[in-house]
């Protein structure tokens, strides 16, 4: 009868125990998801300068290396240049048709994305604002996000900014969402509770797997990039996506709020950096 008592109890304090245990971990992730949510600040585990040289340490100029001998996004280079002076939709327009020839207009416009933007109240993507073009200036259908062509025109007409410093402004009533790309970029979430700020903040410069974790300059001066890993070129959100399956979150769709609220935040923290799209990752 005793056996039997301690044995009831075992099977009541065990299940009891791990919800404990688990609020206790998930008690800042759910907190997190509450609004006014405090940021829980986080020491850099290392300077830039220090994460550059442990970075020349490890990988060497392997990706230096194979960029010389050929980025394959640029092959999506000359196909954006194409759509840019393609002519679709019902308006018989182009990009050209405003932006002159090549859309070289258009040359330091990136530079100023993502932005406010009062008509959706929001943020504004770049490729959200060639696609809004598309619709209202062209009559033409908006691009997939992500798709081949939507890549490519974002790709070259981004490229016509390279060399160019990121001049993202947060004034006025776009500080709210700069806010909220930063509370998000914080926050804890996922089975692993883990944080974007956890990685590369916390623990930039050190190893997940066979990879260097990335430090948080120069993280959106040259999307979309060429990435090893994928095989083929991409966009920061699509990072942004990877990052949050890996964390076992939730993944948004293409474009979500907390999306461009978080590049947002990283883009004006990469302010003065240089564009320089194409890159090339791991």
Known sequence: MQ????????ILVVPVAAVLVAAMFGTRARAAGKAGYTVEELSPSMSYEEYEKRYKEYYGDATARMAEE????????????DL?????GSKGKSCASC?????????????????YDAAIKGIMTFPMQINACRVQAMGAKPLKYESYDQLALTLYIKSLSNGMPIQVSIDGPARPFYEEGRRAYYKRQGQLNFSCAICHIQYAGYKARSNLISNNKHHTDHWPSYRLKWGKTGSLQRRFRGCLKNMRAKVPPYQDEELRNIEFYLTYSNNGDLIQVPGMRM
């Open 70 to 81: 050929g980025n394959p996004a640029d092959f999506l280079l000359d196909d954006g240049r």
């Open 99 to 115: 932006h002159g020839r090549d859309a070289m207009k258009l040359k330091g416009a990136a530079t100023h994305f993502p932005r």
């Open 84 to 88: 840019a002076n393609k002519v679709e």
């Open 3 to 10: 056996d039997r008592k301690i044995r009831i109890l075992q």
